[in-house]
């Protein structure tokens, strides 16, 4: 097999996708195949020591620590007290059960880095108050959707655990690097739901029952409500920021956090644990499975010479590095409307890291790039799997046309982010050369 035959494995890989494969599975099958042909036998000791490297794999440990977090927070009751807390102080603003909704989704994501379970938690909190208050279906979707979404680009997020290692990239310096565009982007969600209920108020009718409790009362129970999540949230980003723990530890102190929350909680039943644990070992072993198809993969491509014949094909396009970069870029929109994060990273970083760093491009601001790309892409339909999550908890009423209608000013808002992202690339390296130069 030659160096330009291995170019074929990324066109049989999407082709086993298509055919409806498991992706873990057609990487395992694309790798073996191609493998045997170039290898032939000895392509197994290839094979045990990529498990090797994935099983003694140390960062990879924070994952089922973060999933079991959000297993816990889920299930322990902290989120009903917390979105009446928010939506106590909200209440009088345009939009503000949609304004509340969002900044639970920012505060759940930084406590637990799970995408999908912090959609599912908070949708299913927000979305019959905001339909009991006749809220239009297009803002109470984009509003989930959007809020579900920062899971990618606020720390801890699982997809940058999975992405630092394979990008010989620093964790500490990329969850750093995320801090701010993330912000940013929550920050741009709350202001267009502001403007935009404030110049069409029927989108979200305002609230006609004046709060009774005293501004004491509201204190107190803010600090009840709030002081549980943020003492998780620094538990987890404290450490880790401020250099007293790795990821992994991090993440360990986290599962301990919410342990405590919930048994504070009263919540902490063995029935509790055994379902947390039991949604822990479903996810990680889904995800660890994805992970050691791509180094499999990858394994393949590279002993193929397939970085070579890569850069022979571009360089015979004669394209500019930034064009190389914006391909890259496109390439990864799209194929996120099929694959989902953990693995694309798996299919795409390992090639386009080694790529942008000949070119003399910060491999860390092009992380957090892609990072922003691959949210987006999460967002857009018509493939967007927040959509599909949506779907899952949504009432019938809430047709897929609001939802599709719905994202499209929260994907603007991120077009705005990453435009940021791509004419001030300090957004990105700032916050990491600070903390840890």
């Known amino acids: 097999m030659t160096s330009q035959t291995v170019l074929w494995m990324f066109p049989a890989l999407l082709g086993l996708i298509f055919l409806g494969f498991p992706v873990a599975f057609s990487m395992m099958i694309a790798a073996l195949g191609f493998g045997l042909m170039r290898f ?27 999933i079991f977090m959000g297993s816990i927070l889920e299930r322990a009751g902290i989120a009903e007290r917390l979105f009446d807390a928010l939506y106590m102080w909200t209440r009088r603003l345009p939009g503000g059960l949609a304004i509340a909704a969002l900044l639970m989704c920012t ?8 995408v999908g379970a912090t959609e599912t938690l908070v949708g299913m909190l927000a979305i019959p108050a905001m339909m009991k208050r006749h809220y239009d279906n297009k803002l109470i979707s984009g509003t989930i959707c959007a809020g579900g979404s920062l899971g990618t680009i606020i720390p801890p997020s699982v997809p940058v655990i999975v992405l630092a290692p394979i990008a010989t990239l620093p964790i500490g310096d990329l969850l750093a690097g995320i801090l701010f565009p993330g912000l940013m ?29 005293s501004l004491a009362e509201k204190i107190r129970f803010t ?7 943020a003492f998780l949230i620094f538990t987890v980003l404290g450490t880790l920021f ?12 986290g599962s301990f956090g919410v342990l405590l929350l919930a048994l504070l909680y ?33 394994g393949v491509f590279f002993a193929s010479g397939g970085m070579t014949a890569t850069k022979g094909v571009l ?22 409307f099929i694959v989902d994060s953990i693995s694309l990273i798996l299919i795409i970083v390992p090639i386009a890291i080694p790529l942008i760093k000949g070119f003399g491009i910060d491999p860390l601001w092009f992380a957090v790039v892609m990072l922003v790309v691959l949210q987006t892409s999460y967002l857009t339909p018509p493939m967007s799997p927040s959509i599909f999550y949506l779907r899952a908890i ?12 719905g994202v499209i000013p929260f994907i603007l808002c991120q077009i705005v982010v990453l435009a940021l992202l791509l004419f001030f690339p300090a957004l990105a390296t700032w916050l990491p050369k600070v903390m840890y130069s």
């Open 266 to 298: 009263r919540r902490l039943t063995w029935s509790l644990l055994f379902q947390a644990a039991k949604q822990t070992v479903s996810l990680t072993a889904m995800i660890l499975a994805i992970v050691l198809a791509g180094g499999m993969f990858a």
């Open 242 to 253: 401020t250099g007293l723990a790795t990821p992994t530890e991090a993440a360990a102190c």
């Open 315 to 336: 360089d015979a396009f004669g394209l500019s590095p930034w064009s190389i970069m914006a391909v890259i870029l496109i390439i990864t929109f799209i194929l996120g």
């Open 107 to 114: 505060i759940f994501a930084a406590a637990s880095g799970v």
């Open 185 to 213: 982007m929550s920050g741009l969600f709350i202001l267009y739901i502001l403007i935009a209920c404030a110049v069409k108020p029927s989108l979200a009718p305002p609230d006609p029952e004046p709060d009774p409790r």
């Open 394 to 405: 949504a009432p019938p009423s809430i047709r897929l046309q609001d939802m599709y209608w």
């Open 40 to 66: 032939g036998g000895t392509l197994v000791h290839q094979f045990a020591q990529r498990i090797d490297d994935i099983a003694t794999n140390y960062v990879l440990g924070a994952i089922p620590l973060f």
């Open 223 to 229: 600090l009840s409500a709030l002081v549980p999540p």
